[in-house]
């Protein structure tokens, strides 16, 4: 095993533990049984990684990071827990969602529970910077729903652009990344300018990440991505790759591409023919390209820090994230 | 205009206010609209005032505790918002309600979206106690949720005893009531024994509230009250009046109200006979007399307070909670 892998293995094992113990209560039943179901489900805990790596690069320690970490891990969680009520989503990390497992109303008061834990855990963390580390996680939170906001509109809207969707994912996913190092830079104590550079960072990162996520859905493994191939295809998802297929594509294969953005004639043989359309027309090299580019982007930024075993291990992160097959 | 009235006026005025002009974005529309519709439709603003009259008994001004008056409002509405999406509600304050209006997806996350204005909102309170009154809210926030999950789990339960719905009531109105005053107290300075008190104060407050709430249902005028007349027996929503009712009719009207409890043969003939039975049983009587004792308790409470006109208010705020007709 090699360093990063065991860094990340510590890291993760610590805010499951925390995930864990986190819910003391039993009643009322319908709240804190799906409240505990959903924090002890597995989960890479990205986020969390990335507050406690990026407060160690700053100069503080992993563990100081901890609540944070905790914190950020449950507000994600939240996000999942809302996310999947408005897509209908029946299975999340190979499990029931909660409103399918239980109902509706019960994941709704859950998703607002864990926003409550999400602060109650945050707030332990000890720094002088805690009201600061408050409002920039706020702001977080307030990004990632009108990300989702955007991301709900954009399903009926004909004519998304990869504009639309670029900022669509800066707010939903970029910016819990950017957050997340943010916050792990200003409980360390980095300067203003490590502060920034560790900012856009997690922002470089968090667009690479999502982009990654849709390319998997079409070229990874289904064992080891834990969700069903071309999964974003059959819902006909306004990803990177179909809204470039707009662009690029032509004839029968664009229209074959606007049948599927208007969620039209839509079956298990269209998974292929897109999957066919995309190497055709170079769309996953572009998408590839895209992912490498904020990678660079990213790796750019940590210049900035002082120089260190924490800082060589964000560069790892980033490749991890880069290479990542699930 | 007797003293307090203008005060009360005046407080709301500057809650109001503030509201008004505290989302100032208007992208995504899918968010911001509803975020504003919900923010500036009127309410009787009783938590933050409750904080606002709290603060100046315990030294303080009025002013220094607005931001937080502003938080608790906003996190009252997050609940009316998620709870009317629960409880299908149409209409809110004399409005269709969020997910009425525009649909289920949206009201979800203006709910979400309220959370985090709310906790912006609060942390921009100036005070040495901030991390105090930031976990007294988050208290208030996860007791709320509690409450309303015990509401929906009652729904389908067959013998809720009184118990269990004071318990409930608690949780669900009593508890933002306690963490109002006790955050006003807090931001005022008060001594731990005067925090104590005006926590308790609104607890009992809160729980005379829900139970004048209760008995409003049947007996306020629907043009003043904003609310149908009988709406809970409608719902065979098992209020204090109900339960009570349950306990102590016989025959045919115990058969009557066994229906009610169990949502069934309810149409609209069923609202006078119901009243019918309150008065006979002595319900109505019952209810008020516990709104007394409760207002009792809660003015035993500011007895602990110093003397001053600040103190004088909260005597007529408990006056008011108790003779008002909306």
């Given at each position: ?23 003391r ?10 409240m ?26 992993a ?13 994600h ?7 999947d ?14 409103h ?26 000890e720094s002088?910077?805690?009201s600061r ?13 009108e ?5 709900k ?11 639309d ?57 289904e064992?080891?991505f ?8 059959l819902?006909?998802k ?19 591409i606007e049948?599927?953005?208007r ?13 066919e ?7 996953l ?5 895209a ?21 060589e ?14």
């Open positions: 095993m090699n360093a990063f892998t065991k860094t990340y293995n510590t890291y993760r094992a610590l805010v499951d533990q925390r995930l864990h113990s986190i819910v209560k039993a009643e009322p039943a319908s709240l804190y049984e799906p505990k179901y959903i924090l002890s489900s597995s989960g890479k805990r990205i986020r969390p990684i990335l507050i406690m790596l990026s407060c160690k690069a700053a100069g503080g320690t563990k100081e990071a901890l609540h944070a970490a905790t914190a950020i891990e449950i507000m969680n939240f996000t999942l827990v809302h996310d009520i408005m897509d209908h989503a029946e299975s999340r990390r190979g499990k029931p969602t909660v399918t497992k239980w109902d509706e109303n019960v994941a709704i008061l859950v998703g607002d529970e864990l926003i409550a834990y999400a602060y109650r855990e945050l707030l332990k963390t002088k910077a805690i580390i408050a409002d920039v996680f706020t702001d977080g939170v307030v990004e990632v729903c990300g989702q906001a955007y991301d509109e954009f399903e009926t809207v004909k004519d998304i652009t990869i504009d969707y670029l900022l669509m994912i800066s707010k939903k996913t970029g910016k819990l990344f950017a957050v997340s190092a943010e916050i792990g830079a200003l409980i360390g104590g980095a300067t203003e300018r490590e502060t920034r550079a560790l900012r856009s960072y997690g922002n470089f990162l968090g667009r690479a990440f999502q982009i990654q996520d849709d390319l998997l859905d079409i070229t990874a493994d064992k080891e834990g969700k069903k191939i071309g999964g974003d295809i819902e006909g306004k990803t990177f790759l179909l809204l470039r297929a707009a662009e690029r594509a032509a004839g029968k294969d664009k229209k074959l049948n599927i953005l969620k039209k004639k839509i079956s298990c043989a269209t998974i292929p023919a897109v999957k359309i995309y190497e055709r027309y170079g769309i090299e572009l998408a590839r390209n992912v490498d580019r904020d990678i660079r982007q990213a790796n750019i930024q940590l210049e900035k820090l002082r120089a260190g075993t924490a800082a291990m964000l560069y790892k992160f980033s490749h991890w994230v880069l290479n990542r097959n699930f």
